[in-house]
């Protein structure tokens, strides 16, 4: 999370459209709608390569046509006209179909960049099927111009006579206080089959000295994309240890939803706090609450918001103070001399980090563990490395702390202070910012993720180019933290949204954790909209207790 003492200053702006009147063709290679999601076959059925394809539209004010003006793939998609403040418009096909041995029915749909689209335009695939033509739909989904296009995506695990489809279709739904026209796309019309799956994957734990149940709750997460349901594990962060640190928002949770989470982290750092030294800012009092949900079936995540060594005064702080450059990092973590006190400060936080890694090994949890992140940022001392941000210095000074922190974790520091075998190793970037593969320490690496907070993760084209990014790294994929705009206080983000990418966008999502609220801000799912769908609306999210964990 970034500092709440930062991020006033920062604004980020992502997925940004300039209005025009013309569309124009898509250059770069776009995936298939699925092609993420392990072990599916993916069959387009309508690419409108070659015409309409039968395909008529319901309340358009003209089309359908086959244009060359955008596509997700190819060089043609389907384009009508739309009256905005006209009610829904149906681009459909009547047929004789049959998707028995199909999974799931998507699409890949946007919009113009013209037209006053108020509170924002939807749209939904649907079916009709049997001889009483029964209406099945994959329920609304936010739609933008972003010329990566949004994907829909309908289970047909829940539709009836999929052998009998009689027609199939996308509703384009405007908002109430929407206005003028626009266009309307769609594209690459598929179906998807399979169980998402393949043979199991071994992911052998980066700790040199792993237990065996370390091994297995890796392996259990890495091997959930090639499963079809129960498929990405549901996270929430309790708060900093010993400061806000509640389980209660547990409680909440189980009570807005039915479900507990299946993991809950912790910070055991609370850096950012100014008022406080250095060292009183560590604190692992939560460790005991974190245990209770271990023990219930779930999972366990810690980060820290590390204080910056490099500050002389004594205090914490998050911020850069100008010394963050490669002459200071390297004598902080290599220095000769004893009584440095950068150094001191340095394996000193260390210290604390690992007795509160240390109590949880002895109380049998492995932690899903997540140091340094956001670092190709600038709101943290560590962040930007080797950027402008941060002159005389460079990603390997990131690296050389993150092997820092590595080889002290993993080393024995004597007689009951063994090396740590409980751990699992995550990097988690911001996607807001470049170079998110620039800092990764491959081989002390378990698990990569990105931390995002926006509005519309579905069809933000930073977020999923940055995805795609992170995949090349060959490992299991998570999103470290999520949430709305960390900027709102309205409460009135729908959750739907985030769930909605992770299924059609982010297939390869083996956990998401979402953060809490802080201040005014309301990050929390339980203090935003439709919290219950994120936990309950698809066997997609895997919750804790419904499948083990280890």
Known sequence: MKSIFLISALVVLAGCNTPTQTEQPIAEEQTHPGQEVKGKTVNIIYSFESGTQSWVEDNATGGPWSVTEWASSGTRSLKADMNLSGGSVFLRLTDNLDFSSSTDFVATVRHASWGNHGSGTQAKLYVKTGSSWAWFDGGSTSISASTSGTILRMDLSVVSNTNQIREIGVEFIPAGNASGSTAIYVDEVALESGSGGGSPSVFTPVTPNYNSTTYDVLNILGNLPIKNADRTVSGQFLGYSGFGFNTSLLTTIFSATGQYPGLAGADLANGGDGNRTFFEVFNASANASLEAHWDNGGLVTINHHFPNPLRTNGMAGMGAVGRETTANINNMLYGPDLNNPDKDRWYGALWEIYLGLLDMKNRGVTIIYRPLHEMNGDWFWYGGLGTSSRPNS????????????????????????????????????????????????????????????????????????????????????????????????????????????????????????????????????????NASDLYNKYDWMLNRGEEPLR
């Not at 620039?438 to 698990?447: G, R």
């Not at 926006?454 to 790294?473: A, C, F, K, V």
């Open 394 to 529: 460079s990603t390997d000074d990131y690296k050389n702390m993150w092997n820092s922190i590595f080889d002290y974790m993993t080393t024995s520091k004597g007689a009951g202070y063994p090396a740590l075998d409980n751990l699992i190793w995550v990097y988690s970037p911001d996607y807001s910012r470049s170079g998110v593969t620039n800092y990764v320490v491959q081989d002390k690496t378990d698990i990569v993720a990105l931390d995002a907070y926006l509005d519309n993760p579905g069809t933000n084209s930073t977020l999923y180019n940055r995805y795609q990014e992170m995949l090349t790294l060959n490992k299991p994929f998570a999103f470290g933290e999520i949430g709305p705009n960390n900027q709102r206080t309205d409460g009135q983000f729908d959750y739907n949204d985030w769930l909605e990418a992770i299924r059609s966008r982010f297939g390869e999502t083996i956990y998401f954790l979402a953060w809490n609220d802080f201040g005014a801000v309301k990050i929390a799912p339980t203090s935003n909209l």
